[in-house]
């Protein structure tokens, strides 16, 4: 499940490091899995949760009870997510996007799982990731499990809803922007074509639970990989921790790149401190990996 959860760093956590020596050496090493979050995607324009700014200081995200329980709640959901979607589905990815699919290309990766909903790893050309709470731009049923694209609800609610375009400076990691219930209004929400249906993204919302057999097919991922490199990510939610504690359980390297604390920082060789982007950026330069043209300097 993806509880919204309250964690403190504590004073008996190693502290980080700006030596990138042991990120490199694991990824020269091959087999590395990575474990990705709402960081690597903080350099494309989209907040994470949890770290300086982070959007749960403000913003409480939709459960999957209050979702499926409450009308009003789907509309207000539904409002602010079709409005976000116009400005999160424009995103592109940055150079940690793309250093991790050069890493892949190259050889290095064994697998990667996404705790994000954004898509941007495979919009950097990654290839088979695993989408560990699901992708917003697909959408399913909930009576009848139909899916359909995103892009095609977009259109469909574009047309219940004209001249819906209030503005909101903020967009969220899970993908809608902060409106006030007088901007949410009486905006339209649609039932799915075939049975007529709740719509919900499929997307593993706080509360849900993440499908049984993609948690067994990233287990699996991580008993064949040699060692996990974590970026961007706090660790805080079970769903990516429970990961990071059965590598090292099995005693393989842990490497986390995070600029604050994470909740799994006990667990690894060592704490990257510093920005993703540059830093994913000089490894592959350590390296010798062009990541489409991008150099640290």
């Known amino acids: 499940m993806r509880p ?15 030596d990138v020596g042991p990120v490199a050496d694991a990824l020269s090493a091959g087999g590395v899995l990575v474990l ?4 690597i995607s903080t350099e494309s324009g989209i907040p994470d949760y949890r770290g300086e700014g982070g959007s749960l200081s403000r913003h409480t995200p939709m459960t999957y009870q209050d979702f499926t329980a409450s009308a009003q709640a789907r509309r207000r959901y539904w409002a602010r997510s079709h409005l976000g979607w116009r400005t999160f ?19 290095m ?31 399913r049923c909930l009576s009848c499990g139909a899916m359909s694209p995103r892009h095609e609800l977009a259109r469909r609610l574009d047309a219940a809803n004209p001249g819906f375009a209030p503005v909101s400076a903020t967009i969220n990691p899970d993908g809608d922007a902060d409106l006030t219930d007088e901007q949410v209004g009486d905006f339209r929400v649609l ?52 990961f990071v504690r059965q590598a090292a359980q099995a005693g393989k390297p842990v ?24 830093t994913l950026t000089t490894v592959a330069d350590r390296l010798g990996i062009p990541v489409d043209g991008l150099s640290a300097t």
Do not use: Y
Not at 199 to 221: I, N, S, T
């Open 4 to 18: 919204t959860l309250s964690w403190t760093p504590t004073a008996d956590l190693p502290p980080g490091t700006t």
């Open 36 to 39: 990705s979050g709402a960081g």
């Open 89 to 107: 589905g424009r995103a592109r990815p940055n150079a940690g996007h793309r250093a991790v699919a050069a890493f892949g290309r190259h050889g």
């Open 109 to 139: 990766l064994s697998g990667l799982i996404t705790q994000n909903v954004d898509g941007l790893h495979q919009a950097a050309d990654s290839e088979g990731v695993v989408e560990l709470h699901g992708s917003l731009e697909r959408v």
């Open 191 to 242: 039932p799915c074509t075939v049975c007529g249906g709740i719509l919900k993204p499929d997307v593993v919302f706080f509360g849900e639970a993440v499908p049984p057999q993609r948690v067994e097919h990233c287990r699996e991922l991580v008993h064949g990989a040699t060692s996990l490199l974590v970026l961007g990510s706090s660790l805080t939610v079970m769903s990516g921790l429970r």
């Open 255 to 278: 490497l986390i790149v995070n600029r604050d604390a994470t909740r799994g920082d006990a667990h690894a060789r060592a704490r990257v401190a510093l920005p993703l982007g540059s």
